[in-house]
Structure formats: C-alpha cells, structure tokens
C-alpha cells in the first residue's frame, strides 16, 4: 500500500514563528504537493515539485516556501506564521505519468492553528 | 483562471436511493478528470476516473461531456457508508497538477 505521512495531525503555533511540515511518502513517487484545505474554499495548491530539489509555485504560495532534498520527503515552510495560515495542510505523491491520468495519494493531513 | 465548480449540497438522500452529482469545468483543453472521495476529518482518496467512454465500478457510474464541459457521478443503491464529501477533479493540462471542486456532500439516512 501506498503510505504518505505527516509529521504531526494537530500543530498549535504563535504568530510569528518559524513553522516546518513534513511529509514522506514510501512509494518512490516523482511528484510531491502540498495543499491547504479550509471550508468553503476547498483543496488549493500551495507548491508542488516533480524531482529532488525542484520546485513549482500552485496557486498560493505567498507566506510559503518548500524543500526538497530527497525523493522521499518534502516539506512545506512557514517562514512567519499568521493567523489567516490555520487551516489542515494535506501532503500529496504521485507517479508522473505524461497524459496518463495518475492518481495523487494523500497523507492525513496536519490541522495548524496560529495563535 | 482554472475553475471546477460543484453545488455543495448537502445532498440528502434514504438508503437505497439513487443519487446523481454534477460538475463542471473552465478549461476546454483538460483531459483527464477523476471522483475523489473525502470523509469526515480524512484524506481525500480516488474514487475513480472518469473517462471519456463513460465507466462504471459497482453502483458508482461516471460520465464525461466535453462538448458541454461538465462531469457527473451517479450512485444507486446508496449506503450508509456512502456518506462522504465528493470531489470532482480535473488534471490541469500539461501538468501533473489537479483543480479540485469544492465538493459536495452526500449524507445518506436509514
């Protein structure tokens, strides 16, 4: 079975800090995402990388920044944190596939609130 | 501006009821479009993709229509377990990126 993980499910952080969400998947996957999901506006793209230190801006990646340094794992970087950054923050992995359709393979998500 | 649209519902339905979910989609080029299911405080998993032919897994069967933009699920004989937020998702051309609608949600009742 596919697994992706996640550092933690429940952070709590105060506005300002340095924050860092990890994420490993097992499945030798090219292509890792990060997500924040909030009601009412859904799943959106934060950054996304398709190979080992390579990098791609989503739909918002202001406030964020990414690493990659291995295959395996890709974390997300809360440079200061503020308060309209709680949300659940969900990791994805997934071949890379051309015009395949390639199914993503979530992790279980960790639920940030700044304080 | 890339944008998958879906009522939220929530979609209230008796065990045993066929239910049916529409969405549609701004981008004319994409090509590959999927279900993913998402329960209450997880992840959101595959439920299938959704191919041009059309294709069916169990009670669950999904349509595409190109010339009209839109993509639907239709479940019969709906379970219990069915419950869940359904999201419909398109494969932004070119990338290995996914637009997530906002999905909507299926509550089914004894």
């Known amino acids: 079975d596919v697994k992706v993980t996640q550092s933690s499910r429940y952070l709590v952080k105060r506005t300002g800090e340095k924050v860092f969400l990890e994420c490993v998947q097992d499945?030798?996957?090219?292509?890792m995402f990060w997500y924040r999901q909030d009601p009412g506006l859904g799943l959106r793209l934060i950054y996304f990388s398709y190979d080992v230190k390579m990098k791609e801006k989503g739909d918002i990646p202001e406030g964020y920044s990414v690493s990659r340094e291995k295959k395996e794992r890709f974390s997300l970087i809360l440079e200061s944190a503020s308060t309209n950054q709680t949300s659940m923050y969900l990791c994805?992995?997934?071949?890379?596939?051309?015009?395949?359709?390639?199914?993503?393979?979530f992790g279980p998500g960790t639920r940030l609130t700044v304080t | 501006r890339k944008e998958v649209e879906q009522d939220p519902g929530p979609f209230n339905v008796p065990e045993g009821a066929t239910v049916a979910f529409n969405c549609t989609y701004s981008n004319s080029a994409s090509q590959s479009f999927f279900w993913y299911r998402q329960d209450c405080r997880k992840e959101p998993k595959l439920l299938m993709s959704?191919?041009?032919s059309g294709n069916e897994d169990g009670r669950f069967t999904a349509q595409l229509n190109r010339a009209s933009q839109y993509i639907s699920l239709l479940i019969r004989d709906s379970k219990l377990s069915d419950s869940a937020t359904y999201l419909c998702v398109v494969r932004d051309p070119g990338y290995s990126t996914l637009t997530f609608g906002k999905g909507t949600m299926l509550l089914v009742s004894p």
């Open positions: 959704v191919y041009s």
């Open positions: 994805a992995s997934s071949f890379s596939g051309g015009r395949i359709p390639i199914e993503q393979y």
């Open positions: 499945m030798d996957h090219e292509n």
